[in-house]
């Protein structure tokens, strides 16, 4: 190789490494001014989610839950309105994270989608009140069911979805046994 293609060759990678170099500051640069606006967004849209799902509630309290996210919501009288769980679980295309209230005696009240990134016009219909409006009022252990008329306890997968519906069920399915171990204690107290 000749001395001139060496200097080319070397010339240009220093040229390619002072480029990436600017690019990965300037990302990091927007990174820095960026996450914690979207920390706080995304906490803003918790805080909203856990105020719809316990609306009648005066006070909401920390459950401080080791390894867990969780909520109680009491009434003027101090009595519990309701418990609010974070969970997360596997959807087709990564971690999704779902809210889920509960009543008192332990009814799911209403659930919110908090994370997925999914398929558009597929998984995203997670995000829809026909999908999530299923879970309201169930008791119990929940399964997804691909074809027919769900009976009690049973969510209608979302057609070609069914990986992020089995996703939201076990999220909401794992808030549910948080839900039976507080209430567990509180029923103890």
């Known amino acids: 190789m000749k001395k001139k293609d060496v200097k080319a060759i070397v010339g240009t990678a220093l040229s390619l490494l002072l480029i990436c170099a600017v690019a990965a500051g300037l990302v990091a640069l927007v ?11 995304d ?4 805080t909203e989610s856990i ?6 509630a ?8 080791e390894g867990a996210e969780g909520y109680v919501g009491k009434g003027a009288d101090g009595a519990t309105v309701g ?11 990564g971690r999704l994270k779902v809210m889920t209230g509960f009543t008192p005696d332990g009814m799911v009240k ?6 997925i990134n999914d ?16 879970f309201n009022d169930t008791d119990g252990e929940l399964t997804v069911v691909k074809n027919g008329e769900p009976e009690q306890n049973e969510i209608q997968a979302i057609t070609s ?11 909401v399915n794992d808030a549910r046994a948080l839900f039976e171990k507080v209430a567990g204690k509180e029923a103890d107290a």
Do not use: C, H, W
Request: no cysteine; charged share 25%.
């Open 31 to 41: 990174n820095s001014v960026t996450a914690p606006k979207i920390a706080e967004a």
């Open 43 to 46: 906490e803003n849209a918790k």
């Open 51 to 56: 105020r719809d799902i316990l609306e009648d």
């Open 161 to 171: 979805a069914t990986i992020t519906s089995k996703g939201v069920v076990k999220a």
């Open 58 to 65: 005066e006070t909401i309290d920390d459950l401080a839950l």
């Open 119 to 134: 398929t558009p016009g597929l998984g995203m219909k997670a995000k829809n009140d026909d999908f999530k409006n299923q």
């Open 110 to 115: 209403k659930i919110s989608i908090l994370t």
């Open 83 to 93: 418990y609010v769980f974070v969970t997360e679980a596997s959807g087709y295309n």
